[in-house]
T-cell receptor, first 116, second 113 residues
Framework: GAVVSQHPSRVICKSGTSVKIECRSL??????MFWYRQFPKQSLMLMAT?????????EQGVEKDKFLINHASLTLSTLTVTSAHPEDSSFYIC????????????FGPGTRLTVL | QKEVEQNSGPLSVPEGAIASLNCTYS??????FFWYRQYSGKSPELIMS????GDKEDGRFTAQLNKASQYVSLLIRDSQPSDSATYLC?????????????FGQGTILTVHP
């Protein structure tokens, strides 16, 4: 299957700082990328959908000014958590959908964010 | 009513038994259905996808889809301790939704030796 990478895998930061998470499709072009958040013992919650070259579409209740998404190329999307606070601590997972020839989304390995 | 709902679990089965995981969905226009396995601290990995009514088998896994009843299930035969994980049912909406998935809440499966 197609490969999606995320960087960093784990980040610890102080409250008030901004954190950028990268999501890359390594062997296919990702026309659409999705960003999910998962709190402990809960399912994945879709935060936003991004299409290359256009603004992201955010799910209801997700603050677009806090979670900045950029999908500037067909292989890279970034999620920036601005002015992070402890309640933003979570497992952030991206997935990609595109020209792999498959109907499925391919998930990255996730990024564990801890805000102190 | 939740859009995608899974049997609550947790589910515990002995090694070698059949584990049965169930999922119902509310959007009749849904076209694609997926089962993911997620180990603790890891991201989901695709187990099965199914698009047509009936059964689809892949090794020890069988997915069953009934669109009339809006029901999809996953059977795991000869369950192994390594199958212990959270299983997520995901449904892809119809129309121009760019592949957006809606996940169920997950069912925790424990296979005990």
């Amino acid at each position: 299957g197609a490969v999606v990478s995320q960087h960093p895998s784990r980040v610890i930061c102080k409250s008030g700082t901004s954190v950028k998470i990268e999501c890359r499709s390594l062997d296919f072009q990702a026309t659409t990328m999705f960003w999910y958040r998962q709190f402990p013992k809960q399912s994945l919650m879709l935060m936003a959908t991004s299409n290359e070259g256009s603004k992201a579409t955010y799910e209801q209740g997700v603050e677009k000014d806090k979670f900045l998404i950029n999908h500037a190329s067909l292989t890279l999307s970034t999620l920036t958590v601005t002015s992070a606070h402890p309640e933003d601590s979570s497992f952030y997972i991206c997935s990609a959908y595109g020209t792999s020839g498959s109907n499925e989304q391919f998930f990255g390995p996730g990024t564990r964010l801890t805000v102190l | 009513q939740k859009e995608v709902e899974q049997n609550s679990g947790p589910l515990s089965v002995p090694e070698g038994a059949i584990a049965s995981l169930n999922c119902t969905y509310s959007d009749r226009g849904s076209q694609s259905f997926f089962w993911y396995r997620q180990y603790s601290g890891k991201s989901p990995e695709l187990i099965m996808s199914i698009y047509s009514n009936g059964d689809k088998e892949d090794g020890r896994f069988t997915a069953q889809l009934n669109k009339a009843s809006q029901y999809v299930s996953l059977l795991i035969r000869d369950s192994q301790p390594s199958d212990s994980a959270t299983y997520l049912c995901a449904v892809k909406a119809g129309g121009t939704s760019y592949g957006k998935l809606t996940f169920g809440q997950g069912t925790i499966l424990t296979v005990h030796p």
